[in-house]
């Protein structure tokens, strides 16, 4: 079961009221992980930034790594309804390099197998070695060689909820956002067509 919680319009647009709690999950599921105040409004203020250069502002996601990866960390905000869906999601081997679960860095540089940083509009989805996946373009100087180091959206074994829960971490991709063959569906659905991903710590 992943993780809802209902942030108002209001908050949204305003960074969030602080203390936003997140809904009981099962003992047993991945740890519950809410949306940072924090995230969202450093997100909201990228996405003012590079609005002119995505095509759709109904949905956005925020990865927060300054969680660990047995927590639900990705998060899809519906600017609409004010609802949000967290999930699990790795970061790069390279952020990681003894892994410990937590990134300890980013890095925009080819051959870093590093997660980055920055804001991103989603692109062309397509079927690669991983299966279905999604591509990105980075639009800061700290994420723009995403699509050359294709950085995208996949699933893959190492990112379970039982990998979360019984060895307190998922495993590590190359710099992608991998999440759970579970969640694909989802965020392949509702980010496609040129919509606004914010990846960060606090």
């Not at 003012?48 to 502002?57: E, I």
């Not at 959206?153 to 063959?181: L, N, W």
């Amino acid at each position: 079961m992943r993780e809802s919680l209902s942030l108002s319009r209001r908050g949204l647009l305003g960074g969030l009221a602080a203390g936003a709690a997140a809904l009981s999950v099962p003992a047993r599921a991945a740890m519950p992980s809410p949306l940072d105040p924090r995230m969202m409004a450093r997100a909201i203020g990228s996405f003012g930034k590079h609005r002119a250069k995505v095509q759709k502002a109904d949905i956005i996601a925020i990865a927060d790594y300054s969680r660990a990866s047995r927590e639900r960390r990705f998060h899809l905000v519906d600017m609409v309804s004010g609802t949000t869906t967290s999930m699990l999601v790795a970061h790069g081997r390279g952020s990681d390099p003894a892994h410990s679960g937590w990134l300890q860095q980013f890095s925009n540089s080819d051959g870093s197998y590093a997660s980055c940083a920055g804001a991103f509009v989603t692109a062309n989805e397509y079927v690669g070695k991983h299966g279905r996946s999604m591509r990105l373009i980075g639009l800061d100087p700290t994420n723009n060689n995403a699509l050359d180091r294709a950085i995208v959206i996949h699933t893959a074994p190492y990112v379970t909820e039982a990998m979360a829960r019984d060895m307190g971490k998922v495993g590590r991709s190359q710099g992608c956002f991998t999440v759970t063959e579970a969640d694909l569906q989802q965020v392949l659905t509702r980010l496609g067509g040129g919509r606004f991903l914010y990846s960060d710590k606090v």
